[in-house]
């Protein structure tokens, strides 16, 4: 860290001391006593006060306790999905981190760590504690963290050593981002953490595109008949900033990534029946199946609030015309082998390397997979 940026620092951690200092005197922080980064972020005030109000003091020590065996296995085994489908996600977030000294974890919805990665220091107590699978991290255990915040408001949050609650915490450095299933709850949330380590806020952005990655993967283990990729017409399309929408043989939602729910507004987490295809589409749903027998072009599918987005609608392992592997760009057909190889990769790249997973969306057996790809390595 250059001599500018140490002395920003130092100028910003003190302002979250004296903003500390106040609270915990029982004043509001004037605004001569936090900057204007913090005085814009008031759910720090918000987690402050809540610990406040469980007569907690910053002083107190923090035991980090881990879950009872049992209980910690039945998180374990309620979070199975989650964890498949944050492991790569967070193998290729620590790779991206790695040399800030940053480390990633992953939560339950309840603060819960079923998962952590990167360059984690066996010898360094902060890190350990923080990172075994078990350890409860919610804010009535370690008080305002990313992870608790995170969780609490359901939004992207960056958290700077002061500002959290304990002086045990004072330590750590993270970004954190909610993850929502594919019915729309939260699911757990994504965290990146330093101890020690200067201030990064561009990490919120990184670990919300992560934990969107994780959350698509999420929605395309449900077992569907039919993926929806959706976004706005003239955007490009086949990344993790479409919307997915998986379906049924008979048009019923069984999932959503939160970047549909953002545009169907319909698309709300809700009890009683589940959505169908005809609630968000003021179309025939039958032309979406249509659409994926033409062989994966996209389409226009009008809302019914007048609006239109485009709609690539996929069938378990097809991959859209565009991007079907050819030997060269002539108008050779592929071997129908090589089609069915191309197809299970496909699969197994969308299923995020979970093979038992792709088998699903296949209907073919985990064996036949691994055999279809021994055959393509040998060739």
């Not at 500018?4 to 910003?12: K, P």
């Not at 064996?367 to 055959?375: F, Q």
Request: charged share 25%.
């Amino acid at each position: 860290m250059n001599d500018l940026a140490a002395a920003q620092d130092t100028d910003r951690l003190a302002a979250i001391e004296r903003a500390r200092r106040a609270l915990l005197d029982g004043h509001a922080p004037s605004q001569n006593m936090v900057s204007a980064e913090l005085q814009q972020r008031e759910w720090i005030a918000e987690s402050w006060q809540r610990c406040l109000d469980r007569s907690r003091s910053p002083n107190q020590r923090l035991a980090f306790d881990v879950l009872p065996a049992e209980q910690a296995q039945r998180t374990l085994d309620a979070n199975e999905l989650l964890v498949q489908a944050g492991r790569p996600v967070l193998e290729q977030l620590s790779r991206a981190i790695a040399d800030m000294r940053y480390f990633t974890i992953l939560t339950s919805a309840d603060g819960v760590v079923v998962g952590a990665n990167g360059p984690i220091d066996p010898m360094d107590r902060r890190a350990s504690l923080i990172t075994r699978v078990g350890v409860d991290l919610s804010e009535r255990s370690v008080g305002t963290s990313a992870i608790s915040t995170a969780l609490k408001e359901l939004h992207p949050v960056w958290l700077h050593r002061g500002e959290h609650f304990y002086t045990d915490m004072r330590y750590y450095s993270c970004a954190g981002a909610p993850i929502f299933g594919p019915d729309g709850h939260c699911a757990g949330m994504l965290d990146v953490t330093g101890i020690e380590q200067p201030e990064r806020p561009e990490l919120v952005h990184l670990v919300a595109q992560s934990a969107l990655s994780i959350e698509n993967a999420m929605v395309l283990q449900r077992p569907h008949a039919l993926v929806i990729r959706l976004n706005w017409p003239g955007r490009a399309m086949g990344d993790d900033g479409d919307g997915l929408v998986c379906v049924d043989r008979d048009g019923v939602v069984v999932g959503a990534n939160s970047i549909a729910r953002q545009m169907v507004t319909r698309l709300v987490p809700r009890k009683g029946p589940s959505m169908h295809c005809s609630d968000l589409f003021a179309m025939p749903f039958e032309s979406l199946f249509d659409a994926a027998g033409r062989g994966g072009a996209p389409i226009e599918a009008p809302l019914w609030t007048g609006l239109r987005l485009q709609a690539l609608a996929l069938e378990p392992g097809q991959t859209s015309a565009q991007r079907l592997p050819r030997h060269d760009h002539t108008d050779v057909a592929m071997p129908l082998k090589d089609v069915e190889i191309a197809l299970i990769k496909s699969a197994v790249e969308e299923a995020r390397g979970n093979v038992m997973a792709a088998a699903r969306k296949l209907g073919i057996s985990r064996a036949t997979v691994y055999r279809k790809l021994g055959l393509a390595r040998q060739k």
